[in-house]
């Protein structure tokens, strides 16, 4: 079975500084895409960025950049130019490509961002 | 275009009773799943509903069960509710398993309290 694992219960940033957000997993799958949510105090979940396993390229949304290091399990991500709104608990999770659809979460990190 | 909406917001229940939590999908998309997000616990995926069918479903006792609609909306029944199942409940739907994007978008909770 797929693990996630996101090692870093809680972090803060200075406003406009840069954080990174770990997350490892396991599986023996080749091909899976892995996610990053963020959930604000409102509590909907928003997607923030995508990265599919055969894609060598990271992906990068805006402000928000991924390391994936396939070989080591590895799926970080960067924060650039921290708002107050990046405020949030953000989730890694893992999507099979072959089966099942359903999403395999980390516990989440907790982001504040101070002023 | 409309989000994944849920109904209702809040749910208070007493331990033995039975809980009905709804969900409506994007437009166009087909598939439904629902997770458990219980304090200390994560997010925990429950059932995937695609095409009206159940087609996967996680580590949870069969007294939770739910269906889904010829409008593709679904409904979570909880029956004999014990205590350790207030949690927030968590709907989102995504365009059918076939389609190779199909990321799921999040409804915004409906939070059971059992009593």
């Known amino acids: 079975a797929q693990t996630v694992t996101q090692s870093q219960p809680e972090m803060s940033v200075q406003e406009a500084e840069t954080v990174t957000l770990s997350c490892t997993y396991d599986t023996s799958e080749s091909d899976y895409y892995l996610f990053w949510y963020k959930q604000p105090p409102s509590r909907q979940m928003i997607l923030v960025i995508r990265?599919?396993?055969?894609?060598?390229q990271n992906a990068t949304e805006n402000r928000f950049s991924v390391n994936f290091q396939k070989a080591a399990k590895s799926f970080s991500l960067k924060i650039s130019d921290s708002q107050l709104g990046d405020a949030a608990m953000y989730f890694c999770?893992?999507?099979?490509?072959?089966?099942?659809?359903?999403?395999?979460f980390g516990q989440g990190t907790r982001l504040t961002i101070n002023p | 275009e409309a989000g994944v909406t849920q109904s209702p917001t809040h749910l208070i229940k007493t331990r033995g009773q039975q809980a009905t939590l709804r969900c409506s999908p994007i437009s166009g998309h087909t598939s439904v799943y629902w997770y458990q997000q219980a304090l200390g616990l994560g997010l925990q995926f429950l059932l995937w509903?695609?095409?009206?069918?159940?087609?996967n479903r996680g580590n949870f006792p069969p007294r939770f069960s739910g269906r889904q609609f010829p409008n593709y909306s679904s409904e979570l029944n909880v029956n004999a509710l014990e205590l350790e199942d207030s949690a927030l409940y968590l709907c989102?739907?995504?365009?059918?398993?076939?389609?190779?994007?199909?990321?799921?978008?999040f409804g915004p909770g409906t939070r059971l309290t059992v009593l």
């Open positions: 509903y695609d095409e009206g069918e159940e087609r």
């Open positions: 989102a739907s995504s365009r059918s398993r076939a389609s190779s994007y199909n990321e799921q978008f």
């Open positions: 999770a893992y999507r099979s490509e072959a089966r099942a659809q359903k999403l395999v």
């Open positions: 990265q599919e396993a055969y894609k060598q």
